[in-house]
């Protein structure tokens, strides 16, 4: 039976993902992912450790890593009204699992090791991992190599190549799991395939595979509990593209004052000012004092009297435009593969991701509306503009009182640019404590990236991206070797676009 579903993803809860056993805190949070759902039950219930896992859970855990996608999916006859049905359908729906071939899962039955590399080689190709490693894998010096089925090979082969399975000669394909058991190898799972899109040999990549395996492991003095893993990132230039040919914000704003037909003509003489500034930097470079805090000033005014709903709606209309400097990418599109990939690794291992950007809250909302990013509103910091009610008629909020059938609205006054030291300011004044890890690209970033890593009780990183690569983006060698010599100086962690990452936009997009 074929049909189509929307998967809603429900966020683990912080008393099921941390756990006081031995095992590390990532592993704690993986058990928490492999969650049993019996019918009968109303919520999730964690699963004995010592229980022997089974088909279900391991594919319910991989589904659960997708945050539950909406797919086009196929049941398998036996699992249609069983907890585990819309797991498994997702997993043969994109090729995980495949059944015994009979229309049936079996999703009751313990999962057999050969089973589970199986499953796990191919979510890592579903994943873009890159699973050619393991193709000339010699496993012959395995004792019990000539027991694993024949269609477990290859995958047996890539598995220990990352590895995820416990030190040993043998690979006992035959036999079961406890969830205990399952757990650990998820975990150098999780490890071994992290930041697929970035070379072998990046050192960032290494420096933030080995601070997250020590920041979750308990037994480790670089332990961090699950509530004080805090991460923030920088968009523009950071999580997403910010030369094409200008910022986000920036576009939008030209568009809304100069292109706009249902706006172009009501525009004020400052907006149009602002807006033909932005016009010439696009075109010829331009710097302009001031451009950033105008920006906003302009932002407020030129979408003023708009609802919430009808901003993000505008919002959601431009990104449909195509990127003027590259092909296969629209303006909502631009991420960069690398960084969200980043972004993954971090919530997998329990950290909260913060976005903390220069631009204009509401749109970078409108930006993360939908996307690749799960990352909720509520962690999303930005430039402010007031927002008042529709009926509100320019009363000071302290003399007007909020009525039913009133409508929130944007007010055409400019709060904050959040730049430089107003990113620390707001951090503290929103998350309410010191983040750990701090991802940027330029000085705009700089406070956020000392306020993290300075006096923290924690141990902490901050990255900087370097905008190196004149191929495959429009990048800046000036700004770039700055920013190099910048991390040197303040001991940041350079992320060079043109030697760590093997895509930047993902398959099918190229620069015109």
């Keep these: 039976m074929t049909r189509r579903r929307r998967f809603a993803g429900v966020p683990i809860s912080k008393e099921n993902a ?30 004995n450790p010592d229980a022997v896992a089974s088909r279900a859970i391991v594919i319910d855990a991989l589904y659960r890593r997708e945050y539950k996608p909406e797919a086009a999916t196929e049941d398998f006859d036996d699992s249609s009204v069983q907890w585990y049905a819309d797991a498994a ?145 920088d968009l523009d230039g950071t999580l997403f593209c910010e030369t094409d040919p200008n910022y986000f914000d920036y576009t939008l704003l030209k568009y809304r004052v100069l292109e706009d037909p249902d706006y172009k003509d009501k525009a004020s003489d400052f907006e149009k000012e602002v807006a033909n500034k932005i016009k010439e930097q696009n075109e010829t470079g331009a710097s302009f004092s001031g451009l950033e805090v105008d920006h906003g000033k302009a932002v407020s005014t030129a979408f003023a009297g708009m609802t919430i709903d009808e901003f993000n709606a505008y919002i959601q209309e431009f990104k449909k435009q195509e990127m003027p400097s590259y092909d296969g990418m629209k303006r909502g599109e631009g991420f960069y593969k690398p960084m969200v990939e980043v972004v993954e690794y971090l919530q997998l291992n329990g950290f909260t991701v913060y976005v903390v950007s220069g631009t204009d809250r509401l749109i ?74 701090s991802f940027g690209n330029s000085t705009g970033d700089s406070s956020m990236a000392e306020y993290v890593t300075s006096g923290n009780k924690y141990p902490t990183l901050a990255f900087m991206l370097c905008c190196d690569d004149l191929a495959r983006e429009n990048g800046n060698e ?15 962690v350079p992320v060079s676009m043109k030697n760590d990452w093997t895509t930047i936009y993902g398959d099918g997009v190229t620069k015109k």
Excluded at 196 to 216: M, N
Aim: hydrophobic share 45%; glycine share 8%.
């Design 89 to 233: 359908a997702w997993g043969r729906t994109v090729g995980i699992v495949n059944g015994d071939g009979n229309g049936n899962f079996s999703g009751d039955r313990a999962v057999t090791r050969a089973e589970l590399a199986a499953m796990l080689y191919r979510y890592a190709q579903y994943k873009g991992v890159d699973v050619s490693e393991g193709e000339d894998t010699n496993i012959l010096d395995y004792e019990d190599v000539f027991d694993c089925p024949e269609w477990s090979i290859p995958a047996f082969q890539w598995s220990v190549t990352i590895p995820i399975w416990e030190e040993g000669g043998l690979l006992l394909p035959n036999e079961t799991l406890t969830c205990s058991e399952l757990t650990h190898i998820l975990e150098n799972f999780t490890h071994g395939t992290a930041l697929p899109s970035w070379t072998a040999d990046a050192k960032a990549k290494k420096a933030l595979v080995d601070y997250v395996i020590g920041a979750t492991d308990p037994s480790e003095p670089t332990f961090i509990p699950v509530e004080d893993r805090i991460a923030v990132f």
């Design 364 to 437: 970078v909302r409108g930006i993360l509306w939908d996307n690749v990013l799960n990352i909720p509103n509520r962690q999303i910091i930005g430039s402010d503009e007031i927002i008042v009610s529709d009926n509100q008629n320019g009363a000071d909020g302290l003399n007007y009182v909020f009525a039913e059938g009133d409508r929130l609205i944007l007010g055409g006054e400019f709060i904050i640019k959040n730049l430089k030291m107003n990113k620390v300011s707001v951090i503290m004044q929103e998350i309410g404590q010191q983040p750990v890890l």
């Design 478 to 492: 000036s700004k770039a070797q700055k920013m190099f010599d910048l991390c040197e100086e303040f001991d940041w």
């Design 18 to 47: 941390v756990m006081k056993r031995t095992f590390s805190a990532v592993t704690a949070v993986l058990l928490a992912l492999v969650m049993v759902l019996p019918a009968a039950a109303v919520g999730p219930i964690v699963p």
